[in-house]
C-alpha cells in the first residue's frame, strides 16, 4: 500500500492527514517539544495537532495549524542529518518564486528554523503524495517523472546564477569524474578492467559534449511524490546546482530501473528535444561512481561496514557489465567495441 510522505522523506499513516487528528493533550511530549519549537521558529504559528512520525535519523511531526493547514517540523539526532538540514536549507532558500513558477511541481519550502541543543529543527509546509513503487508505475506516472526531469533540465541556468549555488561546466563535471576514478583507483580494490572502463569513459571527448542545466543533484525515484499518475513534487533538495543533467538520470540506469529506462529516456527526449545525445550513457557512469563514492566514504571514515558493501557492489558491477556490451559508456557498440570486449583478430 503507498504511504504518503511529507517534503524530506516522512510518512504519514495511510497516506493521508489524520481525518481526526489528537488534540493538544494527546500529543506525545516529544511532539509536543516540536509544537513549541515550531511556533517560536515560525513566529504566529499555533499548531493544534501533531502525528509523531520520527524515526531513527530525526524526531518529526506532522502537525495541523488553526487554519487546517499541514506541516512538517523536524530536528535532526545524528550529525549526518543535521549536515543534510543545512544544505537543505541552502539550496531551497535559493529556489525562489519565480523558480518555482516554472516547475510543474511543488518543491518544499522552509518556512522558518531554530537551533535546539545544536541541532536545526525546521518548519515546512506538507506536500501531498505517495512514494512511487518500481513495479506499479503507471506509464501515465513514469511519462510525469521523465517529463518533470526534463523540464528542470530545460529552465535557462541563468535562473539560478547569483544564488550561491555550485556552477560545473562541462569540463568541470569531466574533472570531477576524473577525481573520483582516481581515488578509487588508489583504494586498490577497482578490478584493472572496471578501472579501464571508466577511464575510456572520462576520456571520450563526445560523452561530455553537453550544457550545463540546473539540475536537483540527488534524484531518486524516491525523489519523487506522486497522486493520480502525476508527479505533485520532488524532494531532497540539498543538492541544488547548475551542471550535468545526467547526474538526474543516474538513477534511471540502475539494474533495478531496466524496465523503467527505455520509457523514461523516451518521454524525456519528447519533452527536451535539445537534450545531448549521450545523456543517458552519461548517467550510467555517474551512478557506476557512486559506488565508487561510497567506497571512497567507508574508507575515509573507517566504516568497514560500508567498505565490505561498496567492494561487493563493484565487484557485482564489475561482473555485470562485462559481460553486458549494451551497457557501454563510450562509443555506442555500434560504432566501436566495448571497453571490455576481447580484442579481435584479423582473419
Not at 89 to 111: E, Q, T, Y
Amino acid at each position: 500500500m503507498s504511504t504518503a510522505v511529507g517534503p524530506v522523506g516522512t510518512r504519514c499513516g495511510n497516506g493521508k492527514l489524520p481525518l481526526s487528528p489528537p488534540t493538544l493533550e494527546d500529543m506525545s511530549h516529544q511532539s509536543l517539544m516540536l509544537a513549541a519549537q515550531a511556533s517560536a521558529a515560525v513566529p504566529g504559528l499555533t499548531l493544534v495537532s501533531t502525528t509523531d512520525i520520527s524515526d531513527e535519523h530525526r524526531q518529526a511531526a506532522l502537525a495541523t495549524d488553526v487554519d487546517s493547514r499541514a506541516w512538517i517540523v523536524e530536528l535532526p539526532k545524528t550529525d549526518d542529518e543535521e549536515l543534510g538540514a543545512r544544505e537543505r536549507i541552502g539550496a531551497l532558500s535559493a529556489i525562489g518564486d519565480g523558480l518555482r513558477s516554472r516547475l510543474p511541481f511543488g518543491v518544499p519550502r522552509i518556512h522558518g528554523e531554530t537551533n535546539v541543543r545544536g541541532r536545526t529543527l525546521t518548519v515546512g509546509e506538507w506536500l501531498p503524495g505517495f512514494r512511487p513503487q518500481t513495479n506499479s508505475l503507471a506509464p501515465e506516472a513514469i511519462t510525469s517523472i521523465a517529463q518533470a526531469m526534463a523540464t528542470l533540465h530545460g529552465i535557462p541556468a541563468s535562473a539560478l546564477y547569483d544564488q550561491g549555488r555550485p556552477i560545473h561546466s562541462a569540463n568541470e563535471s569531466q574533472r570531477i569524474a576524473v577525481g573520483v576514478v582516481d581515488r578509487a583507483a588508489q583504494t586498490t580494490l577497482l578490478p584493472q578492467s572496471l578501472l579501464r572502463r571508466w577511464e575510456a569513459a572520462y576520456e571520450d571527448s563526445e560523452l561530455w559534449q553537453f550544457e550545463p542545466s540546473i539540475i536537483h543533484g540527488r534524484l531518486r525515484l524516491e525523489s519523487f511524490l506522486i497522486e493520480g499518475d502525476r508527479v505533485t513534487a520532488v524532494t531532497g533538495w540539498r543538492s541544488l546546482q547548475v551542471g550535468d543533467p545526467a547526474r538526474d538520470v543516474a538513477w534511471v540506469t540502475a539494474p533495478t530501473m531496466k524496465d523503467l529506462l527505455a520509457p523514461v529516456e523516451t518521454a524525456y527526449r519528447q519533452e527536451r528535444q535539445t537534450a545531448d545525445p549521450r545523456l543517458f550513457q552519461r548517467g550510467r557512469f555517474w551512478a557506476e561512481l557512486d559506488i565508487a563514492r561510497w567506497l571512497i566514504h567507508g574508507l575515509d571514515t573507517g566504516n568497514q561496514v560500508i567498505t565490505d558493501q561498496a567492494t561487493a557492489a563493484i565487484n557485482d558491477l564489475h561482473d555485470r557489465v562485462g559481460g553486458d556490451l549494451s551497457q557501454t559508456l563510450t562509443e555506442p557498440i555500434t560504432r566501436a567495441p566495448h571497453p571490455l570486449a576481447p580484442p579481435t583478430t584479423d582473419d
